[in-house]
């Protein structure tokens, strides 16, 4: 499939969350094996139209910056990188990266954000500062945002009382599952927050995908391609 109509030679920047948070799954894959996927798509396409694609994987901190370049062995590297590249960091902060994208890219590309946006520390502050560096970067690159998310995240299990550990920031936290409000608040919180970060980035004008682990994703990705070719047209 081709991504884009242009007839020029575009450059594709990947930046995908690396950070401990994503290395949580449970549906056949973790959060960063799907984004591997996705990536790994975008990836090849590019590549078959003579496209560049660079790779940047961030935590807190940029982890590795790849430039973009061309080439089956390059994209082959780029996904070996992207699925088994251990990171320093567990947090995440993606403003720093989008800060490095900024400051490192100065020819316009096509860059692709995934992560699963599960800000820490205080939610709608955080998502204030990502939306004003988003908004930066989207002035500069054409920016689409994809959320990788697992639907354990979504939903909680009726199995008991659970001690769940924040995968970024180790905190342990007691939760009864067996208690249906318990259940029922979980799945509120954790709608209205996707709902949250989805009307914050789409009011930029910036395209935002969202992929669950055990999802057709392939579909919504050649209909969010579809769509853009449309409104191109």
């Known amino acids: 499939v081709k991504l884009f109509t242009e007839g020029r030679e575009l450059t594709f920047m990947l930046m995908i969350d690396v950070s401990a948070s994503s290395d949580f799954g449970s549906v056949r894959e973790?959060?960063?094996?799907?984004?591997?996927?996705?990536?790994?798509?975008?990836?090849a396409s590019a590549i078959r139209n003579q496209d560049k694609v660079g790779l940047i994987l961030f935590t807190h901190e940029v982890e590795?910056?790849?430039?973009?370049?061309?080439?089956?062995?390059?994209?082959?590297?780029?996904?070996?990188e992207a699925l088994f590249f251990e990171p320093k960091g567990r947090g995440t902060d993606i403003t720093v990266?989008?800060?490095?994208?900024?400051?490192m890219i100065s020819r316009r590309s096509v860059v692709f954000l995934v992560s699963d946006f599960a800000l820490t520390g205080n939610f709608e502050d955080q998502l204030a500062h990502v939306r004003r560096k988003l908004q930066v970067t989207s002035k500069?690159?054409?920016?689409?945002?994809?959320?990788?998310?697992?639907?354990?995240?979504?939903?909680?299990?009726?199995?008991?009382?659970?001690?769940?550990?924040?995968?970024?920031?180790?905190?342990?936290?007691e939760i009864d599952t067996g208690s249906a409000r318990v259940r029922q608040d979980y799945a509120e919180k954790a709608a209205?927050?996707?709902?949250?970060v989805r009307q914050a980035i789409r009011s930029l004008g910036v395209?935002?995908?969202e992929f669950e682990n055990g999802s057709d994703w392939m579909a919504g990705l050649m209909k969010f391609f579809e769509t853009r070719r449309q409104r191109a047209a």
């Open 192 to 196: 209205s927050r996707k709902k949250t």
């Open 64 to 80: 590795l910056y790849i430039p973009p370049a061309k080439g089956q062995t390059h994209i082959l590297r780029l996904i070996r």
């Open 30 to 43: 973790t959060k960063r094996e799907l984004a591997t996927e996705v990536a790994g798509v975008l990836a």
């Open 97 to 103: 990266a989008l800060d490095y994208v900024n400051r």
């Open 207 to 209: 395209d935002f995908l």
């Open 140 to 173: 500069h690159h054409d920016l689409i945002a994809v959320s990788a998310t697992d639907p354990r995240e979504s939903e909680l299990p009726a199995v008991g009382r659970l001690t769940v550990e924040d995968t970024e920031t180790g905190e342990l936290v």
